[in-house]
């Protein structure tokens, strides 16, 4: 029994330094003023006149962009359940594609193509410059949504599976139709689950980084990450106004959350269980199926086609003054990317070392945490509630936590402004990737198991070690390959907290944009996509063969 007490307050102690003190860290920041507590001077620094501009923009942006998404997803809900391309699983694969890309290159790939001179008007020259209209609010919700609606359709289309057919066609022979159908029983039954997908898409586009600061800024259009950014990492540093917005935003993203939780409460209906259930597709006309190819083809060519295009094509040409032309192409850009000296090697290996090191500790850590708190009740809920924080919580809230909370200790633990604080960040970023696989697998091993094994007369350790770990190694596998894969690309934490002349995969790719070696940095950009793309398909390989 002291050894279990132990083992949780040391888990306690653990997460209570790493995770909730940078956060209180930042609350404390943003309304302690020159040393005292003063409520009223951080009032008027949080509502300044730009940073209100900063929250109306945030707030409009997701909003737009919740909309959007929701239009582009909700057909796709419907075809991947109820018409005959439904059986075409590999299409769900295809449309995980732009989600899986991280945001900025997406982001950059649009840029490419749209700005002057850019592609589109190299292919099509005769449109003048309309393809620069895309360089509006209009082209950053697009953006932001192309990437963010496979999450929304694979809610949805959850959802809708499990309607049973009974009630579509009780209505069907009372008279109903379509249109009515849809409205009065189809909708009303998604609605819980559209309020989980619609409020997390709102919390995850006031969340991003990548898409804000290539786009957003390009229109003048700031919103909470990138102002964060700015106070945080350009000159004169100001943590306070960093904390005071990490602040607001946090308080947001709670709010919603909380809508979330009341929203889905009061929305939840029963769809599995019944005897009379049944699921079933709708009979539609041919015209439904034509029309659904059109539209997959269209969401295809602008989610996926476009932004890569543009990434391979740009990656390839030698001199970008003369475009899309013969002889104009080369693989130089990737050769350089190799070289001896190369400070994209350089990045490539910065990137690998630390998305392994994140990927071990996390790991490590993660498994720790769930395996001592398996079984113990109300120890487990609220030290993995705790545990799983930096998850409900924008990224850059916890990278300003960090940076400020390790910057004040930093005469008794010189970490900060080190590949170990990078470590250090990304590690309490992603544990909650770990926790979440590893649980899983330990709520599927069954208590007669381990019982068994102590009857036995074995020790825990070694009950752990024989039986334990070799059946959730699998999980724990999966979820330090997604870490390393996240942590490999990521690109907030490693544009602040990166030490000087360190460059990452992310960092490197966007400065070489930004300074005018757009080839070399869409080369790099194909490189990441290719080894995060191989990855997570040995990834659903091994699953597939696991489940199997």
Known sequence: MKKIKFSNYFILLLLLFFIVTPLVTVF????????????????????????????????????????????????????????????????????????????????????LFCQKRGLFQQ??????????????????????????????????????????????????????????????????????????????????????YGTPATIGRRIGFLVFTTDIHRYASVAPIDFGKAASLSSILVVICMIMRMAQNRIT?????????????????????????????????????????????????????????????????????????????????????????????????????????????????KWRKYLENIAILPEMIPSIV???????????????????????????????MYLPFTIQYVSSAMMQIGDNILQAGKISGASDGYIFRKITLPLIAPSISSAAMMTFIISFRELVASSIISPPNVLTVSTFITSEFNQGSVSVGMAMAVICVLITTTLLIVLNVVQNRKRK
């Open 265 to 377: 409460e009061k929305n939840t209906y029963n769809l599995l269980g019944q005897k009379s259930a049944r699921i079933k597709d709708m009979n539609h006309p041919i015209i439904f199926d034509i029309l659904s190819v059109i539209y997959l083809l269209i969401l295809i060519i602008f989610s996926i086609g476009i932004p890569y295009f543009s990434i391979i094509a740009t990656s390839l040409i030698n001199l970008r003054g003369y475009g899309l032309q013969k002889g104009n192409f080369t693989t130089k850009h990737y050769i350089e990317l190799f070289e001896n000296r190369s400070a994209a090697k350089r990045a490539l290996l910065t990137s690998f070392g630390l998305g392994i090191g994140t990927a071990i500790i996390c790991a490590i850590i993660g498994t720790y945490i769930v395996v001592t708190l398996y079984k113990q009740g």
């Open 398 to 428: 916890f990278v300003i936590g960090l940076m400020i909370f390790w910057n004040k200790i930093y005469n008794i633990v010189p970490l900060y402004n080190t590949l170990g604080f990078m470590v250090l960040v990304y590690s309490v």
């Open 28 to 111: 404390l920041r943003a309304i302690i003023i020159d040393g005292r507590l003063n409520f009223s001077q951080a009032a008027n620094i949080i509502f300044t006149r730009d940073n209100i501009v900063t929250i109306k923009n945030s707030i409009l942006l997701g909003i737009l962009v919740v909309i959007m998404a929701t239009l582009i997803a909700t057909p796709l809900g419907f075809i991947f359940t109820k018409s005959r391309l439904a059986k075409h699983k590999w299409l769900e694969i295809v449309f995980m594609i732009p989600f899986m890309t991280p945001p900025y290159i997406l982001s950059m790939g649009w840029i």
């Open 123 to 208: 292919l099509f020259p005769s449109t003048g410059n309309f393809s620069e209209k895309f360089f509006s609010l209009f082209g950053l919700v697009m953006v932001m949504s192309l990437h963010i609606f496979p999450f929304i359709t694979n809610i949805l289309k959850n959802s809708i599976g499990n309607i049973s057919a009974n009630l579509d066609e009780s209505a069907k022979i009372s008279g109903a139709s379509l249109a009515y159908r849809l409205k009065k029983i189809v909708f009303p039954l998604l609605t819980g689950n559209y309020a989980i997908g619609m409020l997390l898409v709102f919390i995850k586009t006031l969340s991003e």
